[in-house]
C-alpha cells in the first residue's frame, strides 16, 4: 500500500490530524523519514528532491497557502500588491540608530514558495568569486565556483528569446530543470536606454552575468519568468501535479512550527527527533515527528528564530527570555547582514506604465486595459518585472571613480578583484515606500545597492512567545565604508542620469521638491545624510546561520549540519558565510539542490555524480 495514500491525491493538507499528532494526545501518527521546515524557495525544492525517493516519507509545513493560487504572484510585475496583505510576514527592523533612527520595513513571503513567489524575479545568482570565497570560509571545495555552479545549471530551465539568441550562449545554461528563465518580461524604452547609456559611461555590457567570466557589467536582466508571461516560484517549479501525486510526500498549509523537539534523555548530544506547529497562537498544537532528519529552511529570519526557540541559540540570551537551553550554540541570529537600498526619480520627459499602480481614474482605465492585455497575451506593461535592467560595478573601479576625483581609499569589501560591489537598476518608473507610492510625474526610477555592506547586525527574541516577531537590527550603515561606497553609487547615477541617451529622457530643468534634482548640487556629506534619512531594503536578509567553522562564528558545517546536535540541519540564505553580490534566491535554489543530494546519499539513496 503507497505510503500516505489514504490523504488522497491533493498534497496540499490542512487538516493537521490527518498526518500530526495532537499536543496531549496519545501518539499514533506516522513517523516521516524527513520533515522540512518551510515551503519556501529552499524548502519546495528539498521536498519535491527527496520524495522522488518513493522510500522517502517527507513532511514540509508551511506558515501560510499557497502562492501559485494568488494571481498577484502569478502576474510578473504585481508582487508589491501583496505586501501588507496575510500573505506577508509584516516585519520591521530594530530602530536604525546610522540611518536617522528609522524602522525598516522588511516583508517576508508567507506561501508556499516563500520569497520567490513575491521577489522581482530577478535571475542574477551572485559573482564567481562569491563561492570560491564560501569555500575558503568552509574550507570545503564543493562550494567553489567550479564545483558548485552544477547546481545552478541544474536548477535551470532556459528557455531562448529569439530576440536575444545571438548574445546569450544556451551551451553554458541548464536546459532541463525544474525552474524556466529566460527574456520573456517586457523591455521598456527608459530600462533599453540605461543599458545604453551605462556603455556610454565605462561600463562594459555583460551578455549574461552568470557565467565563469563574472557579473561585472550592464545588461537586460534575465528573470524567473516563463515563456507564458507568468512568474516561476518554487512553488510552480517543484511542485509540478505529478510530484504533488506522489504518495510518500504530504504538504501541510497554514502549519507554523513553533518549536523543534529533541531527544535530550539519552547521554550525549541532543537529536532533533520531531517539530511542534499549530495554525495560530490560540489554535490547538500539533506535533508531527522524523526519523531520519529535520530540516529547517524559514529562510534568514525564521530559521534563526526557530532555533532560539527551540533552545539553541546563546545560554545568556535564552536564559534572559526564559527559554529552555538544549545546547549552547552562541552564534545563531548573529551576522545578520543585508542589502541595503538608495531610489532615485527623475522627470521624464515621456509617458511610462505608472498606471501599473493607478492613482487617477484614467490610470485605473489603463490599468484595466493592461490586465486584458496581459490575461489574452501574456505580454504589456503588467509582463514586466520592473526592475529590468542592472549594472554590477565595483566602486573602486578607477574608470567610473577617477582618483583625482575619488581620493580617498575605501575598505574592499569584495569576495573578488573581479567581483562587484554596487549594482545599479533601473525600473520602469520612479516609486516610493516599496511602491506604494507613485509619483503623479512620470520618472526615470534609477537605484543604487550596496552589494557587500561591512555592517552586520543581529536577530534576537523578543521574548519565548513564538508569535512574537523576532527582534531584527541589521545595523545598517554603522561602519563608514558602508555610506562611502552608496555616495559614490548614487554620484555614478547621476554621471548616467545626464549622459546619453538617458539624458534626453530626462527634463533635468525640473525644480518639483520630490523629485531628485535637486541632489545633483549636494555635497557628500549632505548626500550621505539624504542616504541614511532614505535608506530601504532589497530584501534580502542573509547570514544568521552562517556556514562556517564553529570557531569562526559558524552554526553549519558545510553540509548543513547545526552544530552540536543530530539530525538537524538548516538550508536557506541564514547559512550564507558572506553575503553573494547580487541577487540571493539563485543561491538558495542551488543550495537545496545540494543538500538534496547529500541527504540522499547519506541514506540510502545514492546519487550519480
Avoid at 557589467?217 to 524567473?224: A, E, K, L, P
Avoid at 527551540?310 to 547582514?337: E, F
Avoid at 520612479?430 to 557587500?452: A, E, N, Q, S
Wanted: aromatic letters at 10%; a neutral charge; charged letters at 20%.
Amino acid at each position: 500500500m503507497p505510503l500516505f495514500n489514504f490523504l488522497g491525491s491533493s498534497k496540499y493538507v490542512t487538516d493537521s490530524s490527518r498526518f500530526a499528532q495532537r499536543v496531549g494526545d496519545v501518539n499514533t501518527a506516522q513517523a516521516f523519514d524527513f520533515i522540512i521546515i518551510g515551503g519556501g524557495t529552499a524548502g519546495c525544492v528539498l521536498a519535491s528532491r527527496l520524495s522522488e525517493n518513493p522510500n522517502f516519507r517527507v513532511l514540509v509545513l508551511e506558515a501560510g497557502g499557497s502562492g501559485k493560487n494568488l494571481i498577484f504572484t502569478r502576474i510578473p510585475s504585481a508582487f508589491t500588491l501583496l505586501f501588507h496583505t496575510k500573505h506577508i510576514y509584516e516585519l520591521h527592523t530594530e530602530k536604525q540608530a546610522s540611518a536617522h533612527n528609522r524602522s525598516v520595513y522588511w516583508p517576508r513571503g508567507k506561501m508556499l514558495g516563500g520569497c520567490s513567489s513575491v521577489n522581482a524575479e530577478m535571475a542574477q545568482y551572485g559573482a564567481p568569486g562569491d563561492f570560491d570565497e564560501w569555500a575558503r570560509i568552509t574550507g570545503d571545495d564543493s562550494w567553489a565556483w567550479a564545483n558548485f555552479q552544477h547546481y545552478f545549471r541544474k536548477i535551470e530551465k532556459y528557455v531562448p528569446n529569439p530576440t536575444y539568441a545571438k548574445e546569450i550562449n544556451a551551451a553554458a545554461k541548464g536546459s532541463d530543470g525544474p525552474v524556466k528563465v529566460g527574456y520573456f518580461t517586457s523591455l521598456h524604452p527608459q530600462c533599453e536606454d540605461f543599458v545604453t547609456t551605462c556603455t556610454n559611461v565605462d561600463i562594459p555590457f555583460s551578455s549574461d552575468f552568470n557565467t565563469s567570466s563574472g557579473t561585472r557589467g550592464v545588461s537586460r536582466i534575465m528573470t524567473y519568468v516563463d515563456d507564458q508571461g507568468e512568474r516561476v516560484s518554487s512553488e510552480s517549479a517543484y511542485f509540478t501535479k505529478e510530484v504533488l501525486a506522489r504518495p510518500n510526500l504530504v504538504v501541510a498549509l497554514y502549519a507554523q512550527v513553533t518549536r523543534i523537539l529533541f531527544d535530550t534523555k539519552a547521554e550525549g548530544t541532543p537529536r532533533a527527533i520531531g517539530i511542534e506547529f499549530a495554525r495560530s497562537e490560540n489554535s490547538p498544537q500539533y506535533r508531527a515527528y522524523a526519523q531520519k532528519e529535520v530540516i529547517l529552511s524559514a529562510g534568514a529570519i525564521h530559521s534563526p528564530h526557530i532555533l532560539l526557540l527551540s533552545g539553541i541559540g546563546d545560554t545568556g540570551h535564552l536564559r534572559d527570555v526564559k527559554v529552555d537551553v538544549v545546547h549552547d550554540l552562541p552564534s545563531v541570529g548573529s551576522r545578520l547582514v543585508d542589502h541595503p537600498v538608495m531610489d532615485l526619480a527623475f522627470k521624464d520627459r515621456g509617458t511610462t506604465p505608472k498606471y501599473i499602480r493607478p492613482n487617477s481614474l484614467l490610470e485605473a482605465f489603463k490599468f484595466l486595459s493592461a490586465g486584458f492585455l496581459y490575461l489574452t497575451t501574456r505580454t504589456g506593461a503588467l509582463s514586466t518585472n520592473v526592475a529590468e535592467a542592472a549594472a554590477f560595478v565595483r566602486s573602486d573601479d578607477p574608470k567610473l571613480f577617477p582618483p583625482d576625483e575619488y581620493p580617498e581609499k575605501i575598505k574592499d569589501t569584495t569576495s573578488a578583484k573581479d567581483s562587484p560591489d554596487l549594482e545599479l537598476f533601473s525600473t520602469i518608473c520612479g516609486y516610493k515606500d516599496h511602491g506604494r507610492y507613485m509619483y503623479p510625474h512620470h520618472t526615470v526610477g534609477l537605484h543604487v545597492t550596496l552589494l557587500r555592506p561591512a555592517s552586520a547586525g543581529t536577530l534576537r527574541l523578543k521574548s519565548s512567545n513564538p508569535w512574537d516577531n523576532p527582534l531584527m537590527d541589521p545595523r545598517y550603515l554603522a561602519e563608514s565604508e558602508d555610506i562611502q561606497k552608496l555616495v559614490r553609487g548614487v554620484r555614478l547615477l547621476f554621471k548616467i542620469s545626464k549622459a546619453e541617451p538617458l539624458a534626453s529622457r530626462i527634463d533635468h530643468s525640473n525644480t518639483d521638491p520630490i523629485l531628485d534634482h535637486g541632489l545633483l548640487q549636494k555635497s557628500d556629506e549632505e548626500l550621505a545624510e539624504v542616504i541614511r534619512e532614505r535608506l530601504s531594503t532589497l530584501y534580502h536578509p542573509a547570514g544568521t546561520c552562517r556556514m562556517a567553522p564553529r570557531q569562526d562564528g559558524g552554526v553549519v558545517d558545510s553540509e548543513l549540519r547545526v552544530y552540536g546536535v543530530q539530525g538537524l540541519r538548516v538550508c536557506d540564505a541564514s547559512v550564507y558565510p558572506t553575503i553573494v553580490s547580487g541577487h540571493t534566491a539563485g543561491a538558495v535554489f542551488a543550495m537545496a539542490e545540494k543538500l538534496s543530494d547529500i541527504l540522499k546519499n547519506q541514506h540510502g539513496s545514492p546519487v550519480k555524480a
